[in-house]
């Protein structure tokens, strides 16, 4: 029952999709809904495949500086897959807060921050383990260090000079290291020194009174005897005793000089009402990080004034109150709830009878536990390759057809990931898709890993008989839209163009044109009397040297003006145009991919 019962504080394992891995949160607060539904207030965490790209590099590059200041020898010893495990225990933390069903819990589990004393491989050894160094922050989409973590190692000590020896004088110049503020041995007594005290919170009592500022901010004698007696009137009170030799007669006229009476402001009395009310709000959201207080909130005030008005914030009536009402607040909310053990089968279960997970897993064997095992000789599991289990899981995109065994399927749902790394990772082939040749042998790709080990769908396109006819029927809508070919074609439009055109075009014939062929033996004679000259390879080489790069360069694009010119696309192919354009057209440049042979100008080739 303690394993079932969740209290405030504890890191937990939340539900979200039966697919993807679990949530991890920090419960904050227990809240009992108006339906009597039970909802936890949980800080965020997430895991590395929850943040883009360029943040997972920048984590990568603290965690190598994080290697080199430890300087440890364990993190070489780790082995890949050690390493790639060691990447699903770490999260980022966040400060962003939000309410899930407490129903919705699955578990518990440990976070905390990353301990550069504890050695890595502990984490991995412990179950539910995981660790941070770094805070995301998903609004802004940045990744910072955690200010919390405690700094451990030689370069954070303080450096100790060595004991001196009884009689061994001190070198050093003090009146340089300290500055003396108040002398013990005085010629006054304590009577006199309070005296002297109470003449001073007076004249701060009068000057608030003569200030236009202060008499808004107090507007009532007692608040302004209340602000006057602070401890900044009694500092500058000592101060200016000390400063005229514990004369008393010439402080206090220190503390009236010609000007008026001098006028002592601790931080409370500078901050206005607005100051405040923000000062308790970023206290509210970000604790005593005074940093990010300052950058979100007061960022007109500096780090000092806000950390020695925080000081003086918690000696007011206004901090015990708040201190009580929270109190309070915390008696009436819930300590701890319960929730029962989640047994629902999970709809990515793949069911040991079904004939179309039978035919894709294999046969079936007697498990352990009493239960039908599928066996697995054509869909292997994509983590761990077993094809034993008790239990699949159908993992990834459905099309991928992808399965994993019951173990491989509570590690991704709590750590977010394979234990094996992924093809992805590395160049290590699936195992169902080996890169095998038509002989059976291990084939690998002479291009890039990222695409030998990409999985791809054959496909190819049907084109419908309808769209064959309007190609046809609407050529002169099509002819206009090649003109803007970077315009896209609304074909739902020339769809209904044609069904339109359809019934006048059904008494017309649309055959194609038989094109009118020379015969063989007009071809021969005309090639008999215009032989092509015979040359030396020396002079054909030198020939060829001789001729530009330009002219050497064969041309791909065959939709080029140059090629097409004016002519239509039926001309082009011989579906309709003159036999004698195509067979003698004349092209200067070197002879493109189909047949031709050069005539009496060695600049003019004629494509047969």
Known sequence: MAANMYRVGDCVFFENSSSNPFLIRRIEELNKTVNGNVEAKCVCFYRRRDISSSLI???????????????????????????????????????????????????????????????????????????????????????????????????????????????????????????????????????????????????????????????????????????????ITQFHAMDTLYKNTYEVSQAISALVPQGGPVLCRDEMEEWSASEANMFEEALEKYGKDFEDIQQDFLPWKSLTSIVEYYYMWKTTDRYVQQKRLKAAEAESKLKQVYIPNYNKPNPNQINGTNTKAGAMNGGSVLAPNGTVAVLGPERACESCFTTQSYQWYSWGPPNMQCRLCAACWAYWKKYGGLKMPTRLDSERPGPHRNNLNVHGTLARSGTSSKFAVKTRQAFYLHTTKLTKIARRLCQDILQQAARHPYVPINSAAIKAECTLRLPEAENQTMGMKRAARKPLETIVQYLEAHPCPKQDRAQVGLHISSVTPARLMPILNHSSPTILGKRSYEQHNGIDGSMKKRLLMPYKGMMNHTQGRQMEDPQVTYFL
């Open 57 to 231: 590099a920048l984590a990568d590059k603290h965690a190598k500086e994080v290697e080199e200041e430890m300087e440890n020898a364990e993190l070489q010893e780790l082995s890949e897959n050690e390493r790639h495990q060691l990447k699903h225990r770490e999260l980022f933390l966040s400060r962003q807060l939000e309410s899930l069903p407490a129903t919705h819990i699955r578990g518990k589990c440990s976070v905390t921050l990353l301990n550069e004393t504890e050695l890595l491989l502990s984490y991995l050894e412990r179950e539910d383990t995981f660790f941070y160094s770094l805070v995301y922050d998903p609004q802004l989409k940045t990744l910072l260090a955690d200010k919390g973590e405690i700094r451990v190692g030689p370069q954070y000590q303080a450096d100790i000079t060595d004991l001196m020896k009884e009689g061994e004088e001190d070198g050093r110049d003090q009146s340089e290291m300290e500055a003396k503020v108040w002398d013990g041995d005085i010629p006054l007594t304590d009577k006199q020194i309070d005296q002297f005290l109470v003449v001073a919170r007076s004249v701060g009592t009068f000057a608030r009174a003569l200030d236009c500022s202060s008499s808004v901010r107090q507007p009532s004698l007692h608040m302004s005897a209340a602000a006057a007696s602070r401890d």
